[in-house]
Structure formats: C-alpha cells, structure tokens
C-alpha cells in the first residue's frame, strides 16, 4: 500500500489550502483514511479521520475551518483548510487503517502559514 499527498504549500495567514491523498495497493473497501500533523520535536497528532462509509471525527481545534471529505468507493481523501493561522503550521501526513489490518503514513506535506 502506497500513500501519495499533494496540496501543500505557503499560505498568508486567513487563507486556504486543499491537501489530497490517494493510496493504491491492495487497500481494502471499508478503511479509514484522514491526516495527522506533527511539529519537530513532538508526537504525531490526531487532525481528522473519514471512514469509508462517511463517519467523520475532527479534533476540536479545527472544527468549523476544516473539512474531511472522500469520493465515494475511491481511496483517497480531502482536506480543505480554511482560515488558516500560523499555529497551523507544520506536516500534515495522510493516513490509512486498511480494514483491521496494517496501518500506513504518506511522506508528509509541509503547509507554512505566514503572518
């Protein structure tokens, strides 16, 4: 299973940027897929997950400027950042829990917010 991220970029503060992700391989039809961030020097953070069937989980500090979203039977999934602040600098890595089994990260994205 492979995970391919694009979307990254230099946003100005109060922007916007769209992360995606696709994975290929042999990826299983009920997975979840969504983006952990992590900072240098600390752990791996929860952002956002989307199940397969549409269930949605987002962690509380980007409720209401984030969006999950997935195309329907495709692995891949979207993440639309808006209003974006400089604490939301960092990488964003895409994740997949394919099925029960294994668990797999994207490389990482960077998304710099200037202020």
């Known amino acids: 299973v492979q995970l391919v991220e694009s979307g990254g970029g230099l946003v100005q503060a109060g922007g916007s940027l769209r992360l995606s992700c696709t994975a290929s391989?042999?990826?299983?039809?009920?997975?979840?897929m969504g983006w952990y961030r992590q900072t240098p020097g600390n752990p791996r953070e929860f952002v956002a997950l989307?199940?397969?069937?549409?269930?949605?989980n987002l962690t509380d500090s980007v409720k209401g400027r984030f969006f999950i979203s997935r195309e329907h039977r495709k692995n891949n999934v979207f993440f639309t950042m808006d209003s974006l602040t400089h604490e939301d600098t960092t990488v964003y890595f895409c994740?997949?829990?394919?099925?029960?089994?294994?668990?797999?990260w994207g490389p990482g994205t960077q998304v710099t917010v200037s202020s």
């Open positions: 391989g042999n990826v299983v039809s009920v997975n979840t």
């Open positions: 989307m199940t397969s069937l549409g269930h949605t």
């Open positions: 994740y997949l829990r394919n099925g029960k089994g294994g668990e797999y």
